[in-house]
């Protein structure tokens, strides 16, 4: 559903690519976490969100028949200056496999209640901004990591949230009350039912990957193979600057900041894109710095 690269949906062509086998979606792990944070203690407690995440890293891949548990340490804990309601505390995450063997970990921190101070209600946005119009995209053709130009910038797509898709995406990983309860919304800080940052994240996944391989059709046309990309190796300084109310319309776009070649990967390099999310009403919703992994050109 957000992040069909071969190696993540397709067994037998997973075999054909940088990976060698079928691996599960990072963004998928990241999901996991949360749900297993959310049952296992988050849910309990007086959690008004996150406003995002300074790591994730990706160290190995999950592999069928895995089987994932939680951990976490937490690091320090202070009460906010600006809202005397909110407490912050300092999360290390890690998602262990049956070996014990960390294969994500990730740092944020996360929002709480604090107790007898009461929280006032939000205000969600009238939905009176309309879509923004179509917007070209240039293709992002799939060059080899040489002709890769820091400052590339493409369109990737679009996606307008409805009140179903955010409870359904959040019961399954994400099942904190003002995600998928419109009342429990309407009372939280939020001031209406929002869409998990999650959901927001992962859709901008499967706009990238729709986008890439629109990249590589038009790579195909113009009779040039195309550069394979591996995986991911993680993310840094995700920021989930507003909620994503029903109706909202997001814009997700990306620009190429780095890259680095590779001593230890022959053949591959290191790309670094910074990534957003705007609404309809222009609003930064979402940014983050990713990774991938950039096939060179031969010889």
Known sequence: AYDPQPFHVDEEAARDTPVGRLIASGWHSCCVLMRLNVDGWLGNSTSMGAPGLEEVR??????????????RTIRETKASRSRPEMGLIHLHCELLNQKDEVVLTQTNWIMLARRGVAVPPGRAPEQDAPPPPPEPDDGGILVPFEDLEIGRKAMLGRHTFGADDIIDFARRWDPQPFHIDPEAGRRSHFGALCASGWQTASLWMRAMVAHRERGREAARARGLRPARLGPSPGFKDLRWLKPVYPGDTITYRSEVVDKRPLASKPGWGLVFNRNTGDNQR?????EFTGAVFWERRAG
């Open 282 to 286: 222009g609003e930064r919703v979402l």
């Open 58 to 71: 990706w160290i190995l891949p999950v592999l069928p028949g895995d089987t994932l548990r939680s951990r």
